[in-house]
């Protein structure tokens, strides 16, 4: 009963991508989501930058200085590619026009509120970029985040306690025990780890869970993690 | 007389740059910093400078050079924070309450300034209702959704990065080079373009991703 690695959960996430999305990855975790899609499916990822169509990371000899996804990363186009400035890009994202993004998190509570920044970091500076039009404009927002913190405590909520990105977006979490609907209803498990009990999960959950009657086993296949 | 915006060097391409201006820097991502005219700016030495640009620090901007000139009044941007585990000199700037800083969500910043250069005073939009950055601003419903009312930025001096410019300023972009490009030429008095090159002969047509009239100076500053 191995909890998924970071990997591993943005590859759980990246099974339910559909064919012909388009699609928005945070920082962090959600960008290697990308790694993992279905062969089957042709999607485009939308980089805030204004990318249509970010590809793989670029090989050392194909480094092009001017070719940079949001998070600064040296990347190529994919095939049918297209370059926009900012203004444009986030009218696409507000406009609706994002059918998924997958967005990093600190705390997702009942109702969908998201929290996955902290205005107030210790001797730092506020760090905004895009994940407030992103969490609040685009049609899906799902999340990928570890069930609990370094110290344990859950970041599934009754309510948000850290400042919040957007409110009521949030529908679907992948945890590296989990995989939950946040629903008008509640939270829905819809995947639970293999070989642990729901009472276990419940534990580790600061809001009521429903057990979804068809809930699965999470699982995926062995990924390690680079060094 | 017919119109050629190149400027020799980037020290002439601001040279009338005042005191207490509002500066517009376009790049995000590592791509499309104009550096060589943010340096000159520096040489030039204006003071209470508003800086408007989306990082107030970034590992492939010379932004820093500005604030730790102490020529830089206010920060208003989408990302505040350094690259490195410990403070940036412009992080203990704004703890030290010497620099003012506004920031806020990305496309916020991007429609505030697109808005300043098209005539639109303010605007209201759904990102941020419900979060600390919408502290004191004017909500608005409309239909079943509520909106926070955002203004329109304008600038004294817009300084964009873009890769080839024609004597008319006309200029077309590298890949993500554009982003906050085009907007902040539009939003600003006076619009300066550091490009890769500018040709003596009109750019064709079909290549022309920003009219020139938008357009003030250019300064070929090569690769």
Not at chain 1, 76 to 87: E, K, M, N, V
Not at chain 2, 39 to 59: E, F
Not at chain 2, 78 to 107: N, V
Not at chain 2, 199 to 215: A, S, W
Request: aromatic share 6%; glycine share 10%.
């Amino acid at each position: 009963m191995q909890p998924l690695n970071r990997l591993q959960t943005a590859w759980r996430a990246a099974q339910d991508i559909g064919d012909g999305m388009l699609v928005n990855l945070g920082l962090g975790m959600p960008v290697h989501v990308a790694d993992y899609l279905r062969p089957e499916v042709d999607v485009f990822i939308q980089s805030e930058n204004g990318v249509i169509g970010v590809g793989p990371l670029a090989p050392a000899d194909r480094i092009d200085t001017d070719l940079v996804d949001a998070g600064s990363r040296r990347i190529t186009l994919r095939p049918g590619a297209a370059i926009i400035d900012s203004s444009w890009s986030f009218a696409m994202i507000r406009g609706g026009h994002i059918d998924i993004t997958i967005l990093g998190a600190f705390e997702v509570a009942v109702n969908g509120d998201l929290a996955n920044w902290d205005m107030r970091a210790l001797n730092r500076g506020p760090l905004v970029g895009g994940a407030m039009d992103l969490a609040a404009c685009a049609r899906t927002v799902w999340v990928i985040m570890e069930h609990v913190t370094r110290k344990g405590a859950p970041r599934l909520l009754e309510r948000c306690t850290l400042p919040l990105t957007a409110v009521r977006c949030v529908t679907r979490v992948y945890t590296d025990l989990a995989v939950i609907d946040i629903t008008p209803a509640g939270m829905v498990v819809r995947e639970i780890l293999d070989g642990m009990s729901e009472a276990g999960l419940r534990e580790r959950t600061g809001a009521p869970l429903t057990f979804a009657p068809d809930c699965r086993p999470l699982a995926a296949p062995p990924i390690s993690m680079p060094d | 007389m017919p119109i050629d915006k190149r400027a020799g060097t980037a020290a002439e391409a601001l040279a009338d740059v005042t005191d207490g201006a509002t500066v517009l820097i376009s790049g995000f991502g590592g791509a499309g910093f104009p550096n060589v005219l943010i340096r000159a700016l520096r040489d030039r030495a204006p003071r209470d400078l508003i800086l408007v640009v989306n990082s107030a620090t970034h590992r492939y901007s010379y932004t820093h050079e500005l604030i730790e000139a102490g020529l830089v009044r206010k920060v208003v941007c989408t990302a505040a924070r350094g690259h490195s585990k410990e403070p940036s000199p412009f992080e203990r700037l704004w703890m030290d309450g010497r620099i003012e800083l506004e920031c806020m969500p990305q496309g916020t910043f991007t429609e505030r300034i697109r808005a300043g250069g098209a005539g639109i005073p303010a605007f209201y939009t759904p990102v941020g209702f419900g979060t600390d950055l919408a502290l004191g601003k004017e909500v608005r419903r409309f239909g079943d959704r509520d909106y926070v009312l955002e203004h329109a930025i304008v600038g004294d001096l817009a300084l964009v990065r873009a890769d080839t410019a024609d004597r008319y300023g006309n200029l077309a972009f590298r890949y993500a080079q554009m982003n906050f490009g085009p907007v902040m030429l539009t939003a600003a008095r006076l619009a300066v373009a550091e490009v890769r090159v500018a040709l003596d002969e009109p750019m064709p047509h079909e290549r022309v991703q920003v009219p020139g009239t938008y357009v003030d100076r250019v300064v070929p500053v090569g690769a």
